[in-house]
């Protein structure tokens, strides 16, 4: 079991920064994929980013088309966390952001309990 607590959200102008930090416990953390999802009022969730342990021990990342170029996801497995480095925000952005743990990029079953993004313009 896996459970995870975001952090970070908040109320930003269009164009600035936001880190948001998913602390998570339980064991074995450095194996999880880890992703964020976010949803927006009225619209489907959507995976935004996810970082993925390889075969080679490599992490690999991969973001949905929208935010490539503003948004990073890494991790610190030292500190069982991962954050999401979100720049140059808009608008659109605005979502409640969710952390999500699981064995793969398409099955992330645990979820923390989502952190507020609003983006003025």
């Known amino acids: 079991q896996v459970q995870l607590v975001e952090s970070g959200g908040g109320l930003v102008q269009s164009g600035g920064s936001l880190r948001l930090s998913c602390a998570a416990s339980g064991r074995d953390f450095s194996t999880y994929v880890m992703g964020w999802i976010r949803q927006a009022p009225g619209k489907d969730r959507e995976s935004v980013a996810d970082i993925t342990l390889s075969g080679d021990n490599t992490y690999y990342t991969h973001y949905t088309d929208s935010v490539k170029g503003r948004f990073t996801i890494s991790r610190d497995n030292a500190k069982n966390t991962v954050y999401l480095q979100m720049n140059s925000l808009k608008p659109e952005d605005t979502a409640v952001y969710y952390c999500?743990?699981?064995?793969?990029?398409?099955?992330?079953?645990?979820w923390g309990q989502g952190t507020q993004v609003t983006v003025s313009s």
């Open positions: 999500a743990a699981g064995p793969s990029r398409y099955n992330l079953p645990y």
